[in-house]
């Protein structure tokens, strides 16, 4: 009788609330994500302390960690949620005018500059009341384990193949080229295959472990290896750093054309054929057949397609 009326003091949105809360290790971070006023967060944790007996977050040093009861309700936590997101969503349709379901895209700033903005744009214009997380595709970060547990209803990138355990969607493809300083030697005099593996690379982190990016995985294929002598994991503040240098930044044409109006910036040929850059958008199975999800590909491809060609 005890645990029934336990049960009847919870509903999804105190889950919610302890889901954000052991998720984030912040009451303040967890308020932003919600949308809440903080003294709320703080008020909805403590009526979660009181039916868990626990304290669920304790001071560690100068920051918050979950208890171990607390670490085991985050998973159940995000199972609930997410079944009553799909349960609604599906029963009723998915009307991105009056819906509150949160919508979580991982993706690398590798892609198109106008490609974030664009999107989270028109998903404000057409779901103004749907939350947004923009999530990093990080090294220690596995695209895989985000799509099936939830943590992102769709992974944007470039891959060389793309998985074959993925629902996929092609974006779009491009040409790869070279982004140097006009100050660079091969603006004034070309350059051959032996100057180009030769000269200073620049390359994004790799998004995981092990990755191999298009570009040197392509060049493995041929038995070759380029000289990178810097790596970067914001992909968007490299072209700052060719401009500054003489390093090479080699990928799409059209990520290259953002930054030479307003950057010293010149586009060569790269000295070697390489196939185009394929985009694509991943996602899970068990959102293929969500409306609200599907209705998130549907941006997707829009803005893609959206997208000025050079």
């Known amino acids: 009788m005890r645990d029934q009326a336990l049960f009847d003091k919870i509903d999804l949105h105190l889950i919610r609330v302890l889901h954000t809360v052991l998720t984030e290790r912040s009451v303040s971070r967890a308020a932003i994500r919600l949308g809440m006023h903080q003294p709320?967060?703080?008020a909805a944790l403590k009526r979660l302390r009181d039916l868990s007996g626990d304290p669920l977050l304790v001071r560690s040093g100068s920051s918050m960690v979950p208890t171990d009861a607390a670490l085991r309700m985050v998973?159940?936590?995000?199972?609930i949620l997410r079944s009553?997101?799909?349960?609604?969503?599906?029963?009723?349709?998915?009307?991105?005018?009056?819906?509150?379901?949160?919508?979580?895209v991982a993706a690398s700033d590798y892609l198109d500059p106008l490609f974030l903005p664009r999107l989270v744009a028109r998903i404000k214009s057409?779901?103004?009341?749907?939350?947004?997380?923009?999530?990093?595709?990080?090294?220690?970060?596995?695209?895989?384990?985000?799509?099936?547990?939830?943590?992102?209803?769709?992974?944007?990138?470039?891959w060389p193949e793309p998985p074959g355990d993925l629902h996929l969607g092609k974006l779009f493809s491009d040409e790869v080229v070279c982004l140097v300083s006009p100050e660079h030697p091969a603006v004034r005099r070309g350059w051959s295959l032996e100057d180009w593996l030769q000269a200073e690379h620049i390359a994004p982190t790799p998004t995981h472990p092990g990755a191999r990016?298009?570009?040197?995985?392509?060049?493995?294929?041929?038995d070759l290896q380029r000289?990178?002598?810097?790596?970067?994991?914001?992909?968007?503040?490299?072209?700052?750093?060719?401009?500054?240098?003489?390093?090479v930044l080699t990928t799409g044409r059209q990520y290259c054309e953002?930054?030479?109006?307003?950057?010293?910036?010149?586009?060569?040929?790269?000295?070697?054929?390489?196939?185009?850059?394929?985009?694509?958008?991943?996602?899970?199975?068990?959102?293929q057949h969500s409306a609200a999800a599907a209705w998130l590909r549907d941006c997707v491809r829009k803005v893609a397609d959206s997208l000025p060609k050079g």
């Open 213 to 222: 990016g298009v570009i040197d995985a392509h060049l493995d294929s041929l």
């Open 40 to 42: 709320a967060v703080s």
């Open 126 to 158: 057409e779901a103004p009341l749907c939350p947004i997380d923009i999530l990093p595709l990080s090294p220690d970060a596995h695209y895989h384990a985000q799509l099936a547990d939830g943590e992102a209803d769709v992974v944007i990138g470039n």
């Open 227 to 247: 000289n990178i002598t810097a790596r970067c994991a914001h992909f968007g503040q490299i072209p700052e750093m060719v401009a500054a240098s003489l390093l």
């Open 84 to 104: 009553a997101e799909a349960l609604f969503s599906d029963a009723r349709g998915f009307d991105p005018r009056t819906s509150t379901r949160s919508f979580r």
């Open 75 to 79: 998973e159940p936590a995000a199972d």
């Open 258 to 287: 953002r930054f030479t109006a307003r950057l010293p910036l010149v586009i060569l040929a790269p000295p070697l054929a390489f196939p185009p850059l394929g985009y694509y958008q991943l996602w899970h199975a068990r959102t």
